[in-house]
């Protein structure tokens, strides 16, 4: 039988190692963009998910204030500012030509910020310059995931601090 003083001393070794490792746990710095050609709109359909707590500190560092977002979608407070952030951070080149990135509009599922661009009048595609430089400022470790869906193919790649663009040939 085991005594108090006992269960208590197996408690405590089996807990602390636990409590340790969750200690060491840092938090996962990621987004996940997807890029669609839509050939029938000649359009170039961006969507970008990105946790919201990351992009507030982003827009603060940026802007010099703190920034919280309201959760109301409907609530254009910061509407240019992430305009202006994601315009700014992800860029395009479409055939060899800079493509003009416009903001459509954003929404919030929970923790995370949707935001929805778009490149006009594309024509057609036989390669792309994708770069995207969201968070970079803020977190070395940052990885942003790509997924395209362009004439047909679908391509998935990770842009990381280091390598930021990725050139894709159709």
Same mark, same amino acid.
Do not use: C, W
């Given at each position: 039988?085991?005594?108090?003083? *006992?269960?208590?001393?197996?408690?405590?070794?089996?807990?602390?190692?636990?409590?340790?490792?969750?200690?060491?746990?840092?938090?996962?710095?990621?987004?996940?963009?997807?890029?669609?050609?839509?050939?029938?709109?000649?359009?170039?359909?961006?969507?970008?998910?990105?946790?919201?707590?990351?992009?507030?500190?982003?827009?603060?560092?940026?802007?010099?204030?703190?920034?919280?977002?309201?959760?109301?979608?409907?609530?254009?407070?910061?509407?240019?500012?992430?305009?202006?952030?994601?315009?700014?951070?992800?860029?395009?080149?479409?055939? *060899?030509?800079?493509?003009?990135? *416009?903001?459509?509009?954003?929404?919030?599922?929970?923790?995370?910020?949707?935001?929805?661009?778009?490149?006009?009048?594309?024509?057609?595609?036989?390669?792309?310059?994708?770069?995207?430089?969201?968070?970079?400022?803020?977190?070395?470790?940052?990885?942003?995931?790509?997924?395209?869906?362009?004439?047909?193919?679908?391509?998935?790649?990770?842009?990381?601090?280091?390598?930021?663009?990725?050139?894709?040939?159709?």
């Amino acid at each position: 039988m085991i005594s108090f003083k *006992g269960l208590t001393l197996f408690i405590f070794v089996i807990t602390i190692p636990v409590l340790l490792s969750v200690a060491d746990m840092h938090k996962f710095y990621v987004s996940v963009t997807q890029i669609e050609y839509v050939k029938e709109q000649q359009s170039l359909q961006i969507i970008t998910r990105v946790f919201l707590d990351d992009l507030e500190d982003a827009l603060g560092e940026r802007f010099g204030a703190s920034i919280r977002i309201p959760s109301d979608e409907k609530d254009a407070t910061y509407d240019t500012q992430i305009e202006d952030y994601f315009t700014s951070k992800i860029d395009i080149a479409i055939d *060899g030509k800079a493509a003009k990135i *416009g903001f459509v509009g954003k929404s919030i599922d929970i923790d995370v910020m949707v935001v929805y661009l778009e490149v006009k009048d594309v024509k057609s595609i036989k390669t792309i310059q994708i770069q995207n430089n969201s968070l970079f400022e803020i977190f070395e470790e940052q990885q942003n995931i790509i997924r395209t869906d362009i004439n047909d193919l679908k391509k998935s790649f990770i842009l990381i601090s280091q390598d930021r663009s990725r050139m894709l040939n159709f």
